[in-house]
């Protein structure tokens, strides 16, 4: 499983104006574009969102559904 990254947003955390949390959310989201996918797909692993071979876990898809489904039905936004 490959995804490359053809664009990448620059978000400042020190720009003018905002709240720490702010600053916090951008600083981690700007560590996240510097992840290669192996390190990314890690911490999905580790936080229980995907497998290790890449499929979707349990908690978050539809019993007989695609995974790129289940996300956006009615089901999963209930639970």
């Known amino acids: ?20 949390d702010t600053r916090v959310r951008r600083r981690v989201l700007a560590r996240m ?5 192996a390190e990314f797909h890690q911490i999905l692993v580790h936080a229980g ?8 876990a349990e908690p978050y ?4 559904s695609d995974y790129r489904e289940s996300a956006t039905t009615d089901e999963s936004l209930d639970s």
């Not at 574009?33 to 996918?37: A, K, N, P, T």
């Open 1 to 20: 499983m490959s995804i490359e990254r053809k664009w990448k947003f620059v978000l400042d955390p020190e720009a003018p104006g905002l709240d720490e």
């Open 33 to 37: 574009q510097q992840m290669s996918h």
């Open 49 to 56: 969102i995907y497998n290790t071979d890449g499929t979707v």
């Open 61 to 64: 898809t539809v019993p007989g």
